[in-house]
């Protein structure tokens, strides 16, 4: 028979001060799991947005492609004169 794991405390780090998550009351683990909970909402969103970004990048190339358009040369700028 396997000895059951015991599970590891779990503490918040809150501008460097470290608080037990089970000495929280109810309403303190809560505002914990939403700030968690949006934290990975976020990082999800961040990722979503690479791959959406890399996904309109490939697609304007391939547009760009069919309509075998040219990017106009944009004329150099003039140097600002010293006065």
Known sequence: ????????ERVITLDGIEYKYD?????QQ???NHVQ???????????NL?????GRDYFMEKLV???GHVVPEQPEKAEPVEQ
């Open 1 to 8: 028979m396997s000895k059951p794991k015991k599970e590891k």
């Open 23 to 27: 000495d929280m009351t109810e309403e």
């Open 30 to 32: 809560i505002l914990v």
């Open 37 to 47: 909970d949006l934290d990975n909402k976020i990082g999800g969103a961040k990722w």
């Open 50 to 54: 690479d791959q959406l970004g890399g």
């Open 65 to 67: 492609d069919a309509l």
